[in-house]
């Protein structure tokens, strides 16, 4: 049985580069749509409203396709990050992480248009960062741009510089976690190969087993 098209609904050169760790073939074709942000839902219902309107966006347009859309959120206690609109947001979002422990919530949503068919489910990692000085944070960003990147860091990019530990998976915090979408695309038909394994770089990583 061959495997239908698979599209990625993401411009995020991160999210490309996971999704090869799979060695499973696909197109790159970015869901432009605006993001949602609302108080009166969950930030994993957020994420997975955000994803599936990035795949319909793009099924609509390969309707035969299995369509990979995702959204990631920071979130800590009652406020939730995306992307900063400016260095001085950044600032002050690295700022509040700092020394705290938050919730990365990436939502990923497949669907394949013509036969009716989707799943949607979020992913949730802890994250806790180191304390940091205003220095170390102004040094941070002079090594890593934050503007494109949801709570304002890449935790693969000088990530020791600022997280302590990890619980969960570590590539959920990158952009996509690769344990439960690997499960999801078998389960459509999709023969895959894993090329990297999901690691935690220099600091701690405590998955749970």
């Given at each position: 049985?061959?495997?239908?098209?698979?599209?990625?609904?993401?411009?995020?050169?991160?999210?490309?580069?996971?999704?090869?760790?799979?060695?499973?073939?696909?197109?790159?074709?970015?869901?432009?749509?605006?993001?949602?942000?609302?108080?009166?839902?969950?930030?994993?219902?957020?994420?997975?409203?955000?994803?599936?309107?990035?795949?319909?966006?793009?099924?609509?347009?390969?309707?035969?396709?299995?369509?990979?859309?995702?959204?990631?959120?920071?979130?800590?206690?009652?406020?939730?990050?995306?992307?900063?609109?400016?260095?001085?947001?950044?600032?002050?979002?690295?700022?509040?992480?700092?020394?705290?422990?938050?919730?990365?919530?990436?939502?990923?949503?497949?669907?394949?248009?013509?036969?009716?068919?989707?799943?949607?489910?979020?992913?949730?990692?802890?994250?806790?960062?180191?304390?940091?000085?205003?220095?170390?944070?102004?040094?941070?960003?002079?090594?890593?741009?934050?503007?494109?990147?949801?709570?304002?860091?890449?935790?693969?990019?000088?990530?020791?510089?600022?997280?302590?530990?990890?619980?969960?998976?570590?590539?959920?915090?990158?952009?996509?976690?690769?344990e439960r979408v690997a499960e999801e695309l078998t389960a459509w038909g999709f023969e895959l190969e894993v090329r990297g394994r999901d690691s935690g770089g220099a600091f701690s990583h405590n998955s749970?087993?």
């Open positions: 049985m061959t495997s239908p098209l698979l599209v990625l609904a993401s411009a995020s050169p991160r999210r490309n580069e996971l999704l090869r760790q799979l060695g499973v073939t696909f197109q790159v074709v970015p869901g432009e749509v605006a993001e949602i942000v609302s108080e009166s839902i969950s930030p994993a219902e957020i994420c997975q409203i955000n994803a599936y309107r990035k795949a319909r966006a793009v099924a609509k347009h390969y309707p035969d396709a299995v369509v990979l859309g995702a959204d990631t959120l920071v979130c800590l206690d009652r406020s939730v990050f995306g992307k900063p609109a400016d260095l001085n947001q950044a600032f002050s979002m690295l700022s509040m992480l700092q020394s705290q422990t938050h919730e990365v919530i990436t939502g990923v949503c497949l669907l394949h248009l013509r036969d009716r068919r989707q799943r949607a489910f979020a992913a949730s990692t802890r994250v806790k960062f180191r304390p940091l000085r205003m220095s170390e944070i102004r040094r941070y960003f002079e090594l890593v741009d934050p503007l494109d990147k949801a709570g304002a860091y890449a935790i693969q990019e000088q990530g020791e510089m600022i997280v302590d530990t990890v619980e969960g998976s570590f590539t959920n915090v990158i952009g996509l976690p690769l749970p087993p």
